[in-house]
């Protein structure tokens, strides 16, 4: 069942490259009595992921503070490695994103975003959506209808939502 508004997203063990080197993240303790953007996209370095997705959060990080939005966090079905070296190479990190690994899946198949592409090598992947969570109640949810596309997802689409 996909999750939708009204639901409370379900805890979640993510991983993230730290001082020294890959750790745990517990999602339900990340989203206590706090207001979160989260943002999934079907994989790191992928065309529309990495040149509208990403950006169009960063560019709106700052409305999104001024709404009171506590964090920005990205989830990919990919390693914690690559996630943090995505988030280097598009300036995510250095705005203040926090780049999540979902390696094995769990959270985005928990919430009923995955999907497979075998044609393009993804497995177990990761539809394109963006929400907006408060202490853990999703409040706005936006999936996109088509993968290749980041309209009603984007940084913009989210921020006009709340």
Same mark, same amino acid.
């Given at each position: 069942m996909?999750i ?8 979640a063990?993510?991983?993230r490259?730290?001082? %020294? ?5 517990d999602?339900?303790t990340?989203?206590?009595g706090?207001?979160? /953007? ?22 709106t ?6 709404k009171?939005? +506590?964090?920005i966090?990205?989830?990919?079905? %990919? +390693? ?6 995505w988030?280097?190479?598009t300036? /995510?990190?250095? /705005?203040?994103i926090t780049?999540?690994?979902?390696a094995?899946s769990?959270?985005?198949? /928990?919430?009923g ?9 993804l497995?177990a992947?990761?539809?394109?959506y ?13 999936p996109?209808?088509?993968r290749?596309q ?8 989210l921020l006009?939502?709340?």
């Amino acid at each position: 069942m996909t999750i939708s508004v009204g639901d409370t997203l379900p805890n979640a063990t993510l991983t993230r490259i730290g001082s %020294n080197g890959p750790e745990t993240v517990d999602l339900s303790t990340k989203l206590s009595g706090r207001k979160v /953007a989260i943002f999934a996209v079907p994989g790191a370095y992928t065309p529309t992921c990495h040149s509208a997705h990403v950006p169009s959060f960063i560019r709106t990080k700052d409305g999104f503070a001024a709404k009171g939005v +506590d964090e920005i966090i990205c989830i990919s079905v %990919n +390693d914690p490695f690559v996630m943090d070296a995505w988030g280097k190479a598009t300036g /995510a990190s250095e /705005a203040g994103i926090t780049m999540l690994a979902d390696a094995e899946s769990t959270f985005t198949t /928990a919430i009923g975003m995955n999907f497979d592409a075998p044609p393009a090598g993804l497995m177990a992947r990761s539809k394109r959506y963006a929400m907006y969570v408060e202490d853990g109640v999703v409040k706005v949810f936006a999936p996109e209808p088509s993968r290749g596309q980041c309209d009603i997802s984007g940084g913009e689409a989210l921020l006009a939502e709340i």
